[in-house]
């Protein structure tokens, strides 16, 4: 793992088991170099804080915390977005413009990619079926319009990261 990164703003350090336990709660396998990271940053921004997707510059807010006090707590936030985002997307960070960094276990349960989810045109799939006449399949097929390939792993998301 990069060592360059300033992280900012962290939660207490959280324990490695705490982690793994509140993932396999909300059905994810989190990958060791997140567990890794979020130990000691859950809750942080960091520097460097820009990336791309595609051809577009993103730029990081923070990890979410594994605090159940925060306002920020994974938990709350997987939630929040359940109910838009495509089966299989866990989100596990934000930018500052309300979209999610995200691990997706779509093709894989134990490795996940890492992608972007943007937040404009989201509609909750019960919605799109309700008011569209959507099939689960086509609202969750839209609902996967709105997820971009960032990296294959979170060490490779976080070397992406440039100022």
Same mark, same amino acid.
């Given at each position: 793992?990069?060592?360059? &990164?300033?992280?900012?703003?962290?939660?207490?350090?959280?324990?490695?088991?705490?982690?793994?336990?509140?993932? &396999?709660?909300?059905?994810?396998?989190?990958?060791?170099?997140?567990?890794?990271?979020?130990?000691?940053?859950?809750?942080?921004?960091?520097?460097?804080?820009?990336?791309?997707?595609?051809?577009?510059?993103?730029?990081?807010?923070?990890?979410?915390?594994?605090?159940?006090?925060?306002?920020?707590?994974?938990?709350?936030?997987?939630?929040?977005?359940?109910?838009?985002?495509?089966?299989?997307?866990?989100?596990?960070?934000?930018?500052?413009?309300?979209?999610?960094?995200?691990?997706?276990?779509?093709?894989?349960?134990?490795?996940?990619?890492?992608?972007?989810?943007?937040?404009?045109?989201?509609?909750?799939?019960?919605?799109?079926?309700?008011?569209?006449?959507?099939?689960?399949?086509?609202?969750?097929?839209?609902?996967?319009?709105?997820?971009?390939?960032?990296?294959?792993?979170?060490?490779?998301?976080?070397?992406?990261?440039?100022?």
């Amino acid at each position: 793992m990069r060592k360059d &990164l300033e992280w900012e703003y962290a939660d207490l350090e959280v324990s490695e088991n705490k982690i793994k336990e509140v993932g &396999l709660q909300l059905g994810f396998n989190l990958p060791q170099d997140y567990i890794n990271c979020v130990k000691k940053n859950g809750g942080a921004s960091v520097f460097p804080e820009e990336f791309n997707v595609g051809n577009a510059e993103r730029c990081f807010g923070s990890l979410f915390s594994f605090d159940e006090e925060s306002s920020e707590y994974i938990v709350k936030k997987y939630e929040i977005y359940k109910p838009t985002l495509p089966q299989k997307v866990f989100p596990i960070a934000n930018d500052p413009a309300g979209n999610l960094i995200c691990f997706d276990y779509k093709n894989n349960k134990e490795n996940p990619i890492v992608v972007f989810w943007e937040h404009e045109n989201a509609g909750e799939k019960e919605m799109l079926m309700r008011e569209e006449g959507l099939t689960e399949d086509q609202a969750e097929e839209r609902a996967r319009e709105n997820v971009f390939y960032v990296a294959a792993t979170f060490t490779e998301f976080l070397d992406k990261l440039h100022d």
